[in-house]
């Protein structure tokens, strides 16, 4: 149906394109969806879990990317919660040291993903 989990990852996809469309309100009502489905199934803390084993980074990944169709909208303070709950995620699955060498090394090191966003949002 409409709300298996399943559709999230489609939904987190499309959001992703819409994004690189430069079409940031559907980016973020494809992301939200796809966030709540995730959410709905699993729980907010256990949505991590499940999905690193299953699906990969997917779970933070929508957090991270639905901070960004915030900040392209001119929502800072929503992108803010975002970011900061999309770096605590990280922080607690890999320990915060862990979560910054990940990003530096997938992004290189002028680039830390989440980090570097989160500074944005302020």
Known sequence: GKDHV???RTL????????TLGQPEQQKEMLE???????Q??????????????????HVEVVANLGQAYGALGQ???QK???????????????RERALQI???HFG????????????AY
Do not use: T
Not at 41 to 58: P, S, T
């Open 33 to 39: 969806r796809a966030l709540q489905i995730k959410e």
């Open 103 to 105: 990003n530096e090394r």
């Open 12 to 19: 987190r996809n499309l959001g992703l394109a819409y994004g």
């Open 6 to 8: 399943e559709v999230s």
């Open 81 to 95: 919660e975002m970011l900061e709950r999309a770096l605590q995620i990280k922080e607690q699955h890999f320990g």
């Open 41 to 58: 199934h699993f729980g907010r803390e256990r949505a991590l879990q499940i999905n690193e084993r299953h699906f990969g980074r997917d």
């Open 76 to 78: 800072p303070e929503q």
């Open 109 to 120: 090191r002028d680039h830390v993903e989440v980090v570097a966003n989160l500074g944005q």
